[in-house]
Each structure stands twice: as structure tokens, then as C-alpha cells.
């Protein structure tokens, strides 16, 4: 059964940094295509960063800039640095990881972990 364990929020101030991990449990974190995601109340899940098996990052818009996302596949970890944090940043962060082979997907996410930013 493969999990992704986040660690890594909690409080911060506005400005300050705060890094996220994701351990993949129980498969090779190589495989997948890892991705960070997030959720403040009342609003949908959105794209925050992802990387690909190759190392290639890709972020939104609203990301770009301050917030940088990377793999060790020797630790079967990925990572999000976040920079200049706003409070616009408070919400719940996901770990995603997903692969396809053939016709199957496999698709798995983690706990969340809470992110606020306030004075």
C-alpha cells in the first residue's frame, strides 16, 4: 500500500519561508510524477507546483517566483520551498503523486498538512 506522508507546516509570518516534505511510503517515488497541491476553506483544490519523473517543474502563475518544488529519489521524498509567504498562502497543502502504465492510473494523495500565514 503506498502513502505519502507531508510534514513541514504550520505558523509563519508574513515574508517568511517554510519547507514541506512528502515521503513516499511503500513504493520507488521515481516512478511517479510528484505534485503539491492546496485547499484554503471554501475554495477548490489548486495546482501549486509539479515535477516530473525527469526533474522538470512546472508552477502556475501565482507560484512562480517564490515557491520552488524538488525531488530526491534516494530519500523517495519531494519538497516544497515557499518563500515570501502571504497570507493568501493559509491552506491545507497536498502531496500528489501519480503514474500511468499501459491503461492504468495510479493517483495517490496525503494527509495535507495546514500552511497559515498571519502576524
Known amino acids: 500500500q503506498v502513502q505519502l506522508v507531508e510534514s513541514g507546516g504550520g505558523l509563519v509570518q508574513p515574508g517568511g519561508s517554510l519547507r514541506l516534505s512528502c515521503a513516499v511510503v511503500?513504493?520507488?517515488?521515481?516512478?511517479?510524477?510528484m505534485a503539491w497541491y492546496r485547499q484554503a476553506p471554501g475554495t477548490q483544490r489548486e495546482l501549486v507546483a509539479a515535477?516530473?519523473?525527469?526533474?522538470?517543474?512546472n508552477y502556475p502563475e501565482a507560484a512562480k517566483g517564490r515557491f520552488t518544488i524538488s525531488r530526491d529519489d534516494a530519500k523517495n521524498t519531494a519538497y516544497l520551498q515557499m518563500n515570501s509567504l502571504k497570507p493568501e498562502d493559509t491552506a491545507v497543502y497536498y502531496c500528489?503523486?501519480?503514474?500511468?502504465?499501459?491503461?492504468?492510473?495510479?493517483?495517490?494523495w496525503g494527509q495535507g498538512t495546514q500552511v497559515t500565514v498571519s502576524p
Open positions: 500528489n503523486a501519480f503514474a500511468r502504465v499501459l491503461n492504468t492510473e495510479f493517483d495517490y
Open positions: 511503500g513504493s520507488d517515488s521515481s516512478a511517479y510524477d
Open positions: 515535477i516530473s519523473t525527469y526533474g522538470t517543474a
